[in-house]
Nanobody, 123 residues
Framework: QAQVQENGGGLVQAGGSLRLSCAAF???????MGWFRQASGEEREFVAF????????YYADSVMGRFTIGADNAKNTVYLHIHRAKPEDTAVYYC?????????????????WGQGTEVTVSS
């Protein structure tokens, strides 16, 4: 069974940058990995997805042009670069293994979730 672990959260000023990482362990065997986030009092929402095989990304509209997802297949690690951070990016960020299917934006399409890493953007 696959396990994932996020790192890299912290405090960043508005307009700043931060890099989150997600290390995958065990039986990964997935064509993709995704990032979600959950702000306090809100539902968890999709942020970004990367096709593990060809590196093609997909982003939520809210982060398009500011976030970049990347992968290092040799290290079984996925990254999420946050650029031009906004206070509304404050949330706990989770990565998860995509289980396959026709969508990459819903939680149900993923298994093996990490514990999350907290990002706080100060204004």
């Amino acid at each position: 069974q696959a396990q994932v672990q996020e790192n890299g959260g912290g405090l960043v000023q508005a307009g700043g940058s931060l890099r989150l990482s997600c290390a995958a362990f065990g039986s990964i065997n997935t064509p993709g990995m995704g990032w979600f986030r959950q702000a306090s009092g809100e539902e968890r929402e999709f942020v970004a997805f990367i096709n593990w095989r060809d590196g093609s990304p997909y982003y939520a509209d809210s982060v398009m042009g500011r976030f970049t997802i990347g992968a290092d297949n040799a290290k079984n690690t996925v990254y999420l670069h946050i650029h031009r951070a906004k206070p509304e990016d404050t949330a706990v960020y989770y990565c998860a293994r995509w289980a396959g299917g026709s969508t990459v934006t819903t939680e149900a399409a993923y298994d093996s979730w990490g514990q999350g890493t907290e990002v706080t953007v100060s204004s």
